[in-house]
């Protein structure tokens, strides 16, 4: 049952402050702006905008910082997934096991690849996906654990599981740069996995731009050639087999320059800013426990090995979730849904046939979850804020 006290008025007097956005990076771009415009101007002198020397430059840092074997620079964690799938063996009509609970893109990747996702249910401590709703078919090739919020599937599970049933592991890692398993980056304990560089990311470029991280040299090769119209190494030298053939059907998915700037230059804070991250979120949780109204605030779950947290999403399940947003969006604070419909009810994956009811626990997280502002240019006083706005929203309560 859903908090049964009365909700503020959305046009009663709430605690003064300003406006709290979302996301924004405009500090961070103002301290780093020395170092990304000696980049971009690195990049201008060149001439060269598109998959070329400061691309191989951030490739070559990005594998350092991951232990990576290889980190192949591509236009989107989208089309990441897509060229790992294709590249670890995806065939027509193959399956992949798909958490219903997740972004658009872990399943529409899938089929943009030429497979078909197969959707499962999802762990309610996690929001990743529980092995134990999966169903294995005649069909199902692949298994792609998504890391979503602030921590990793279970990683030794999924691959136990997928030696189990022949399944190779794809990382739909796109959130997940800095966290660790085991001592191990996040995507390379299968196949390969992703990283999304989106601007809101935890490591995020000023527009698009992505990468696919693998220990599996055939792997690599395969992406390198896919990204760039199936031309091996293309203008790359620090991949293998230059030439000007086209060896297979490939993709136009070329990372920009003058995104490979940017993120060179972010690069060098990360750690800092993973840090702040994670001070924002312990702030939060200290204000907002007890909040009556708020079922559940991140938790990350404790492993038997060594597991590194990040939290790139502090997220929240909450009652009245939409009438709270509206709520703190009318005082100035953005917020964000994770996610508003389950990817088993998407329209555009309707012919698989699924209902509501088919995946409970993901369709609980889509109504309740709700997203707030967490950023390394938010300021404690702003975290201060949103929270006091919470507690005004559900009657207060709490310490």
């Not at 594998?63 to 236009?75: H, L, S």
């Not at 762990?123 to 005649?138: I, N």
């Amino acid at each position: 049952m859903e908090h049964a006290a009365a909700l503020a008025d959305p046009d009663a007097a709430a605690p003064p402050g300003p406006a709290v956005p979302f996301f924004t990076q405009a500090a961070a771009f103002t301290a780093l702006w020395p170092s990304i415009a000696a980049n971009i101007e690195t990049v201008v002198d060149r001439g060269k905008y598109s998959h070329g020397p400061l691309v191989g430059r951030f490739e070559q840092a990005l594998a350092r910082y991951t232990g990576a074997r290889f980190a192949i620079g591509v236009n989107s964690g989208t089309d990441a997934l897509v060229l790992l799938m294709r590249a670890a063996g995806l065939e027509p009509g193959d399956e992949v096991v798909v958490p219903a609970f997740s972004f658009i893109a872990s399943a529409s990747a899938v089929v943009l690849a030429g497979g078909r996702p197969a959707f499962a249910d999802i762990d309610p401590d996690t929001y990743t996906l529980d092995l134990a709703a999966v169903e294995v078919g005649k069909r199902t090739r692949m298994v792609m654990p998504v890391h979503l919020f602030c921590q990793l599937a279970d990683l030794t599970a999924v691959e136990r599981f997928a030696q189990r049933h022949a399944l190779t592991v794809v990382e739909d890692s796109a959130e997940a740069i800095g966290m660790r398993w085991d001592g191990a980056h996040a995507g390379l304990r299968g196949a390969g996995g992703v990283l999304s560089f989106f601007p809101t990311k935890t490591l995020g470029a000023i527009g698009d731009a992505g990468a696919v991280i693998t220990d599996d040299a055939t792997v690599a090769d395969s992406v390198a050639a896919l990204r760039h119209h199936g031309r091996y190494g293309h203008t790359l030298d620090h991949f293998p087999g230059i030439n000007t053939e086209t060896a297979v059907p490939g993709f136009n998915s070329k990372m920009d320059d003058i995104q490979a700037a940017v993120l060179l230059a972010k690069l060098e804070r990360l750690d800092a800013d993973i840090a702040r991250r994670g001070e924002l979120a312990a702030a939060y949780t200290e204000r907002l426990r007890g909040c009556p109204g708020v079922r559940r605030l991140p938790t990350v779950v404790e492993r038997d090995v060594d597991t590194t947290p990040v939290f790139y999403v502090y997220l929240v399940e909450v009652d009245h979730r939409d009438t709270l947003a509206a709520y703190l969006a009318a005082h100035g604070v953005g917020t964000e849904t994770y996610y508003p419909v389950p990817l088993h009810l998407q329209p555009c994956f309707a012919e698989l046939g699924h209902r509501r009811g088919d995946f409970p626990v993901a369709e609980a997280a889509c109504a309740r979850t709700l997203a707030l502002p967490l950023y390394p240019d938010l300021t404690d006083f702003q975290v201060d804020r949103v929270c006091a706005l919470i507690r005004a929203f559900f009657g207060g309560g709490g310490s």
